[in-house]
Each structure stands twice: as structure tokens, then as C-alpha cells.
């Protein structure tokens, strides 16, 4: 059952606290996202993978790290110089970088900073 | 800078009628446009999308129309079905100029009424 998992659903961290953001694929796609969602915008690229050991920042890499040592996996880590890091976060895949193809999402990991 | 806008948050309509969700964008370098559809606590699935080439693409009960002119897509089904209830997010994307990513708008929510 091919598709991308986020754990966890929900996570809650404390302010100062570095945080990983687990994404993982099995749809042997080429390219990766994170984006982040807050209420009342639309989602927002945080960085991007065109392949393994490649990484680009998108809109709002500050204070977010990435990392893609294999195919499957593009973790996401929200440190703590992230100023407002509480937002919903979704990972997507597509077959390759492309200005046509079809992303598929993640159902999202929920990010709580007390 | 919001580049692609859905200016109604929410729209209800009754089972059977049809729904229009719209889409305002002003970067003219977009040449290609898609709608998702997101249920909560799930991530985005791809829905439908249209090349700049043409102005309407057909899926079913899903149609997008894209008037290029005016900057402005929308989403029509027909008939609405209680399961169509949903967040509807629309992305625009450019062979050149933004580097193959998607932006996306804020998402209109869509409740279809028994």
C-alpha cells in the first residue's frame, strides 16, 4: 500500500527544544516538500528535494533544517530559532521536480510549542 | 505576499445544486493550476488541474475553467454531494520564474447540505 507517513499525528515540545518531523515514502518518488500551514493562509514551501543528498530552502526555511540521506526519507527538524514553529506541517512527494506534477501529501503532523 | 488568493473562506451549498469555489492569482507567469481537496485531520489529495493551453478541463463531476485574462479560476461540481464537504485549496505553478514550486491559496471550505 504504497503512500507518505508523517509521525507523529500530534507533538508537543517546549519552547527552546529542538524538534524532528518524521516523512517517509514508499512511491519511489524523486522529489520531496515540507510545507507548513497556519489558519487562514495557504501552505507555505519550507524547503525541497529534487533527489537524495539535495536539498533547496523554499519560502520560510528560517529555523528549519532538513536532511535526505535515502530516497524514502526527507525529515524535517524545527529548531529552535523558529520564532513562531506551533503550525501544522505537511510533507509531499512527486515523481520528480516539476512544475506539473502532482504532489501527494502526508496527512500532516500538528506542531505544539508550549 | 499572497500570489494565488481564494477570497471566500467558506461556502455552503445544498445537495444536488452546484458548487463554484474561485481562484484569484496575479503572478502572470503561472501556467498551470491545480485543486485539492482536504478532509480534516488528513493531508491535501490532488483533485483536478488544467494546463494554461486550455480553459476548461472535465472530471466527472469536477470542472475547472480557467480565464487567463483575468487572472481567475474556478472550480465547479455538479451535482454537490454531502461527501464533497471538504477544504478545497487551489496552486499555481511556472515552467519558469519560481523554480517548479507550487503556491497555493488560503482554501475555501465547502459544506454540502443534506
Not at chain 1, 87 to 109: E, H, I
Request: charged share 20%.
Amino acid at each position: 500500500d504504497g503512500g507518505i507517513t508523517q509521525s507523529p499525528k500530534y507533538l508537543f515540545r517546549k519552547e527552546g527544544q529542538n524538534v524532528t518531523l518524521s516523512c517517509e515514502q514508499n512511491l519511489n518518488h524523486d522529489a520531496m516538500y515540507w510545507y507548513r500551514q497556519d489558519p487562514g493562509q495557504g501552505l507555505r514551501l519550507i524547503y525541497y528535494s529534487q533527489i537524495v543528498n539535495d536539498f533547496q530552502k523554499g519560502d520560510i526555511a528560517e529555523g528549519y533544517s532538513v536532511s535526505r540521506e535515502k530516497k524514502e526519507s526527507f525529515p524535517l527538524t524545527v529548531t529552535s530559532a523558529q520564532k513562531n514553529p506551533t503550525a501544522f506541517y505537511l510533507c509531499a512527494s512527486s515523481v520528480r521536480l516539476s512544475f506539473t506534477d502532482t504532489q501527494y501529501f502526508g496527512p500532516g503532523t500538528r506542531l505544539t510549542v508550549l | 505576499d499572497q500570489q494565488v488568493k481564494q477570497n471566500s473562506p467558506s461556502l455552503s451549498v445544498q445537495e444536488g445544486r452546484i458548487s463554484i469555489l474561485n481562484c484569484d492569482y496575479t503572478n502572470s507567469m503561472f501556467d498551470y493550476f491545480l485543486w485539492y481537496k482536504k478532509y480534516p485531520a488528513e493531508g491535501p489529495t490532488f483533485l483536478i488541474s488544467i494546463s494554461s493551453i486550455k480553459d476548461k478541463n472535465e472530471d466527472g463531476r469536477f470542472t475547472v475553467f480557467l480565464n487567463k485574462s483575468a487572472k481567475h479560476l474556478s472550480l465547479h461540481i455538479v451535482p454537490s454531494q454531502p461527501g464533497d464537504s471538504a477544504v478545497y485549496f487551489c496552486a499555481a505553478s511556472a515552467l519558469r520564474g519560481t523554480g517548479n514550486q507550487f503556491y497555493f491559496g488560503t482554501g475555501t471550505s465547502l459544506t454540502v447540505i443534506p
